[in-house]
């Protein structure tokens, strides 16, 4: 099966917020749904029906399934949803699964305020696998600021007996976390305290709500009491070693690096979500309730509409928009890719609607930027911020064409702490059917600290954020990728000699470990098998297939270990099991036969050699970040194949070519994988240029990004071609062309108004080392 076009995925929701009981047994007196501007509650039913319900459950099917979906997440919400008892929520989720699941991978959760959760109830959510978030806002003297009966009574200690129950070993598996709404009056330490000792395995943060016309508590006047107060529990945190994941921390720390932000408190991930009303109403996101009466209403329901109609809706189209769609003071903001303008209802103001900042605005800058202060990578929204913390030859390095050893190490050490950042996203899609991907993240997390070098060799693996960028965006291969985690940690635990009991994903009778190799089960079987390393090799047990491997570096009818190449200082795979090695231009090829595998190293070896000796600047940088030559498919017609791909820093793909060509083809791609590295870290481009341009190497007009990797490759090529000037006239003719390419994609560069401060440094450099070329 192949992947959704990526237009049918970009319009795709995949979130779903079910408010089945609009009321709640509590009063909290910051609660979006009664004290804020909308009061629709009033007229809706108190509970849903099961008929609106499975009504809303086909829609997300109908959606799941045209959209070719991997999963979607559905939170039971309200009000409170425990008010509904547990045998009309046991019917509930029932039909939530019997609808959903058939189509897709149905993550389902709860958000409750956990004062009537017992056992009963755990029972239920435990059976349809729902994960259960709770909402505590820290210690009791911070939750009843807040969270109290309308009797003025408190709330505290039946929400800790909730989440006591939730810490038990056999509801354990369904205790999602706990959200906690700060108000800045409460010691952040004495919360942070407590709410870490409630065990959570995830803590949210959420600012109060406001917006311009209702503006949050500024205790004394302080502009910033929200920064403050943040960067006390954040100093904390660090400090403790980051012993819980922080939504909020993590979504800084992610997009400081280019990752995505993971919700929609900050940052510019596409809006992903839609909600339903007790009487089917679409809505969108409910905190738009705190804007104006109506703020969140779509005039659609389950059952007229459908999820694309909702999608479509310019409201949520506009929220697809990145950074377009946000106010000019955003649009000039140096954090504007963390923060992303804040949540999109804090930016309401009557008269100008949502084109505003956040009402949050200096508190978020405050705290983004000190969180950026006390990591290690730059921030990639401000470029001359962003060029400013980058080493100070970096642009230089990477511009001359080559880049010594420290600034490849830089750049690879970058690409992994992306690829581990993207990774511990995966990981919290681990719920419903790849609720065992969580036994391998744990067992990372402990390889991280007992063999962190078996660890980051398996994670800087290049396919390993193909993988995670495949995951995270969805779309169907038919493979369990989540559940492809347990075979990272699996392949961490081998190359470490540790014993651990996993499940892994088998696809088509494959089996791979990244970096160790591929067992090739005798049946086609799909699913999940039973792994044990033993120490120094291990079992497979898939149904009545089971394949035992002694020793890892034999190869036989089950085993291929992985085809590493050591040669002349090179140590590269050629990688022909990885199954994510598929996001190449074109296919990769199948399994290669030994006599195949003999004919890649003794060419990739020449190829080498033919650098080292003729063009040693480039040694350095692809000895340090080369690390697979994946093969392709040939070309029917001969035509040569070779690419890379910006999600797997360290890999070329190619058809086999003769080594003087294998020896340009790996010097041109290491290229893109460069500057693809370096465009993850800095801005080097203006986002908001969309026009194409003319180039001579291509018929169809470019954008800016690929005439910048176009131009930076030909230049590699051409130095290739010029150093091999004297050998041929074919050299000579290829040295020509391929620097006439360069020299016109410099030009078009520097006269498309679209490089940024780095960017235009980044030419000058590329120029330089062009200009140097004797003819
Ligand atoms: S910090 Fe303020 S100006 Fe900057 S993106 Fe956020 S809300 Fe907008």
């Not at 305020?113 to 978030?133: K, Q, R, T, W």
């Not at 006390?232 to 909020?248: L, N």
């Not at 498309?752 to 080392?769: N, Q």
């Amino acid at each position: 099966m192949s992947a959704a076009p990526v237009a049918s995925r970009l319009w795709a929701l995949s979130q779903f917020v079910l408010k089945v009981h609009s009321r709640c047994d509590l009063a909290c007196d910051h609660c979006y749904m009664y004290e804020h501007a909308d009061q629709s509650w009033r007229r809706r039913p108190k509970a849903m029906s099961l008929g609106t319900l499975r009504t809303a459950a086909a829609r997300i099917a109908e959606h799941a399934t045209r959209h070719g979906l991997r999963s979607v997440r559905v939170v039971i919400h309200g009000g409170e949803p425990l008010l509904l008892g547990p045998v009309v929520l046991r019917e509930m989720l029932a039909c939530l699964r019997a609808v959903i699941d058939p189509v897709t991978t149905l993550d389902l959760r709860m958000q409750t305020n956990g004062v009537l959760l017992s056992e009963a109830f755990c029972d239920v959510l435990a059976e349809h696998h729902v994960m259960v978030g709770v909402s505590l806002d820290g210690d009791r003297a911070a939750n009843d600021l807040h969270r109290r009966y309308a009797n003025g009574a408190s709330s505290y200690d039946k929400v800790r007996k909730a989440l006591a129950l939730l810490r038990r070993p056999e509801y354990r598996r369904i205790y999602a976390g706990i959200l906690c709404t700060i108000d800045v009056r409460a010691d952040p330490i004495a919360v942070y305290e407590a709410l870490l000792a409630e065990e959570p395995p995830r803590l949210d943060l959420l600012l109060p709500h406001a917006t311009w016309d209702a503006p949050p508590l500024r205790p004394d006047g302080d502009p910033t009491p929200y920064a403050t107060w943040l960067r006390r529990i954040h100093d904390r945190w660090t400090a403790d070693g980051r012993p819980v994941p922080i939504r909020m921390f993590d979504s800084v720390l992610s997009t400081a690096v280019g990752g995505p932000s993971g919700g929609e408190q900050l940052g510019l991930d596409p809006v992903d979500l839609a909600v339903v009303e007790t009487d089917g109403e679409w809505e969108q996101g409910d905190s738009l309730k705190i804007t104006f009466e109506g703020g969140a209403a779509t005039g659609m329901t389950v059952f007229t509409h459908s999820v694309d109609d909702v999608a479509a809706l310019p409201e949520l189209v506009r929220r697809q928009g990145g950074i377009a769609q946000l106010s000019a003071e955003c649009q000039a903001c140096p954090v504007v890719r963390q923060c992303g303008g804040g949540l999109f209802a804090h930016r309401f103001r009557t008269g100008r609607d949502f084109d505003n900042p956040s009402v949050f605005c200096a508190d978020l800058k405050e705290f983004i930027l000190a969180m950026n202060g006390s990591v290690t990578l730059p921030a990639v929204s401000d470029a001359d911020a962003a060029e400013s913390a980058l080493p100070d030859d970096l642009i230089d390095q990477i511009g001359s064409g080559f880049g010594d050893e420290a600034t490849l190490r830089y750049l690879a050490d970058t690409q992994l702490l992306i690829a581990i950042d993207l990774l511990s996203k995966v990981s919290e899609r681990s719920g419903g059917r790849h609720a065992y991907a969580a036994e391998g993240w744990k067992v990372l997390e402990w390889l991280d600290e007992a063999a962190p070098g078996a660890a980051g060799t398996v994670l800087a693996h290049p396919y390993v954020r193909a993988w995670a960028v495949r995951c995270l965006l969805g779309g169907e291969t038919g493979r369990d990728d989540v559940g492809y985690l347990n075979s990272l940690a699996a392949a961490a635990a081998l190359r470490a000699g540790q014993g651990v009991d996993l499940r892994v994903p088998v696809f088509a009778g494959r089996l791979h470990l990244p970096t160790v190799g591929t067992v090739h089960l005798p049946s086609p079987t799909t699913g999940v098998a039973e792994f044990s390393a033993t120490g120094s090799g291990f079992t497979v047990r898939a149904g009545a297939c089971v394949v035992a491997v002694d020793d890892l570096a034999t190869v036989g009818a089950a085993w291929q270990p992985a085809r590493l190449l050591e040669t002349d200082g090179l140590a590269v795979l050629i990688e022909d099991g990885d199954p994510y090695r598929d996001c190449h231009q074109w296919a990769p090829a199948e399994r290669i036969s030994a006599a195949e595998d003999l004919r890649w190293r003794e060419h990739v070896t020449r190829a080498w050699r033919l650098i080292r000796d003729d063009a040693a600047e480039y040694v350095p940088g692809l000895r340090l970040g080369l690390r697979t030559v994946a093969p392709l498919v040939a070309d029917p017609g001969g035509l040569m194949r070779a690419s890379t791909s910006r999600d797997a820093f360290g890999s070329v793909a190619s058809v086999l070519a003769e080594p003087a060509e294998l020896a340009v083809i790996l010097v041109h791609e290491f290229q893109h994988g460069k500057l693809g590295a370096l465009l993850d870290l800095c801005e080097l481009l203006d986002p908001s240029r969309t026009e194409r341009f003319v180039i001579p190497w291509r018929a169809d007009p470019r954008p800016v990004e690929g005439v910048l990797q176009g131009t930076y490759a030909h230049i590699a090529v051409a130095d290739m071609w010029r150093r091999r000037a004297d050998q041929s006239a074919k050299a000579r003719v290829h040295y020509r062309d391929y620097r006439a390419w360069s020299e016109a994609g410099l030009d078009v560069l520097r006269r498309s108004g679209a490089l940024t401060a780095p960017g235009a440094r980044l030419v000058d450099a590329m120029a330089r080392a062009v200009a140097g070329w004797a003819d």
